[in-house]
């Protein structure tokens, strides 16, 4: 299995990005996705999450209306649409695959450290500065 994030950079505030994760030896059907992300010296947190058969999904408080994720089966791709970011949501965002969407609510619930996620992908940057 593999996930592969890309869409990070740099834009100013108030600006948007769109994050993609492209899954390899998954099918989306059958998996969660979900996105976190990890800023310098704070603890890697969810994000956002997609269950893969029927498009539930989960947001954190501080993305809520401000992000939205939104899967295409067809391409095995996860994408986080992020608008109006500000210079909070600079961080390493990652995105992972597990066969429960429970455990993307639990880990943002209760803290990554709370459960063990199956698949993880490489992260990719996003810095939101002037």
């Known amino acids: 299995v593999q996930l592969q994030a890309s869409g990070g950079g740099l834009v100013q505030p108030g600006g948007s990005l769109r994050l993609s994760c492209a899954a390899s030896?998954?099918?989306?059907?059958?998996?969660?996705i979900g996105w976190f992300r990890q800023a310098p010296g704070k603890e890697r947190e969810v994000v956002s999450c997609i269950k893969g058969s029927d498009g539930t999904t989960d947001y954190a408080d501080t993305v809520k209306g401000r992000f939205t994720i939104s899967k295409d089966n067809a391409k095995n791709t996860v994408y986080l649409q992020m608008n109006s970011l500000g210079p909070e949501d600079t961080a390493v965002y990652y995105c992972?695959?597990?066969?429960?969407?429970?455990?993307?609510?639990?880990?943002?619930?209760?803290?990554?450290?709370?459960?063990?996620?199956?698949?993880w992908g490489q992260g990719t940057l996003v810095t939101v500065s002037s």
């Open positions: 992972a695959a597990d066969s429960y969407y429970a455990s993307f609510v639990t880990a943002r619930v209760l803290g990554v450290q709370s459960i063990a996620i199956d698949y």
């Open positions: 030896g998954l099918t989306l059907d059958n998996y969660a």
